[in-house]
């Protein structure tokens, strides 16, 4: 079934609400990215290469180690999906990603609409696609994962700027300190705080073991630790 387009734009709407009354843009990103971060360019057959298929609904899937916290996206999505029948699962979550991006502040994301669901669990990837928070060699590691899904090295760093948004939850993923919580590591945050343009509530921390994964590719990343006055949320 492909989602009717309406219905995609009053979801919108509704996804907007969704974002001023509950401030989950990091959450709803890294709903839309887990879904569609297991895909395989090798596998030629559908739903086996995995993606953005909506598999992520299925218990069995928010079970696997690195969904961990992401029920909780889930819950805040299914209103709107039992709202609008006629969207996709899958659809719905590139939705809700793409447009707390931009109601976080980030560029409008063109997008196209017409993602098929899984039908049912047996149909879900299974668990390690996704890439690993604490590997012992970190770059081959993202290479790995996201060669794999036909990404390239500029590509990894851009996509793993989207850690400007949210943070990192010990009770969740196992990463992330009290001490951390306020530490950026992103040049558009730099450059917002440096104008004196407060930062988003949303727009949180950045996991350590990232920054680390991150210079490992990219030596010439801004790090600079700000205090919750600075960037507008203290
Ligand atoms: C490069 C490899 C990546 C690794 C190892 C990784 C790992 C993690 C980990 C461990 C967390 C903390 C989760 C928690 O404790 O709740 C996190 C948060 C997050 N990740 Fe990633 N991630 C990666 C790439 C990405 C990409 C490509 C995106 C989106 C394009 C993304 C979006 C996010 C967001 C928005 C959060 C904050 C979630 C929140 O605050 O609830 N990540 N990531």
Redo the contacts with the bound molecule.
Sequence with gaps: MASDAAQVKAAREDIRELLRTTHSH??L??LG?HDA?TYDKNIEEWPQRGGANGSLRFDVELKHGAN??LINALKLIQPIKDKYPSITYADLFQLASATAIEEAGGPKIPMKYGRVDVTGPEQCPPEGKL???GPSSPADH?REVFYRMGLNDKE?VA??G??T?????PE??G??KPETKYTVCSYLLYVRCKAGTPARKSV?SM?C??RC?YQGLHSTTTTKTFSPKQVGIG
């Design positions: 990091p959450i990103v890294r990215w971060g961990a916290g890439p690993d928070a993202l990894i996509l793993s989207a850690h948004l949210g943070r990192s939850r969740r993923s990463w992330g949180l996991n073991s990232i994964l």
